[in-house]
């Protein structure tokens, strides 16, 4: 129905812009980016509701590699957002401060790993609904363009030092110079892991 693909556009669209917001707190405010984050989690029930019947067609049919990767990444990604919403809560200075949860330095550090990893399985997850690239004339120019993109997406990782932050190493995110430079920075790290699973998954699978 035209209703729910025009919900899904816009959850899908409001979702990736508040999640680059997410990650601008020295900016934002911890009181906004704890209500950025419950509209969110919102819309995470929404788009999920909306693609509901994605789940009930797990537990049909054969599994081939393509529907394995897609699915580890899409229920990875719904695990990130929900670990994340959880250990939000629990270090809540604002929102949920009156529940008195008084959230550990653990708690932190889940909440900042789970959030780089949702970043992380979302440029996946964008990769994955990429539909795959045909054949053109100007090939040379489309590998100039995907190496810059690779390039400048490595450099984003290394500059946001994204491996401690995914691998338990981190307890704060250290702030950009500016929030322009963050976001581009996030929008890049991320872009990285979309046209990594895009070329050597998707462009693959459908060989």
């Known amino acids: 129905m035209r209703w729910k693909r025009t919900g899904r556009i816009f959850a899908?669209?409001?979702m990736s812009v508040l999640l680059l917001l997410m990650f601008a707190v020295p900016w934002t405010g911890v009181l906004c980016h704890e209500r950025m984050g419950i509209a969110l989690f919102i819309?995470?029930?929404?788009?999920?509701?909306?693609n509901f019947r994605w789940y009930v067609s797990l537990f049909r049919g054969p599994y081939n590699a393509r529907r394995l990767i897609w699915a580890t990444v899409n229920l990875l990604l719904?695990?990130?957002f929900v670990l994340?919403?959880?250990?939000g809560a629990m270090i809540s200075q604002h929102v949920f401060g009156f529940l008195d949860l008084n959230g550990s330095l653990?708690?932190?550090?889940i909440h900042l790993c789970a959030a780089y990893w949702g970043l992380v399985l979302t440029g996946a997850h964008v990769g994955l609904h990429l539909p795959p690239v045909r054949p053109a004339k100007r090939v040379f120019l489309r590998r100039a363009c995907s190496a810059v993109w690779f390039a400048g997406g490595l450099y984003a990782c290394?500059?946001?030092?994204?491996?401690?932050?995914?691998?338990?190493?981190?307890?704060?995110?250290s702030p950009a110079p500016s929030a322009d430079a963050g976001i581009l920075?996030?929008?890049a790290s991320a872009g990285f892991f979309t046209l990594l699973i895009h070329v050597f998954f998707v462009k693959r699978l459908h060989k």
């Open 12 to 14: 899908d669209a409001l």
């Open 43 to 50: 819309l995470l029930l929404l788009h999920n509701t909306l």
């Open 78 to 80: 719904l695990s990130a």
């Open 84 to 87: 994340t919403a959880v250990s």
């Open 106 to 109: 653990l708690w932190r550090k």
């Open 158 to 173: 290394f500059a946001l030092s994204l491996w401690k932050k995914l691998f338990f190493l981190e307890t704060f995110s």
């Open 185 to 187: 920075l996030h929008i």
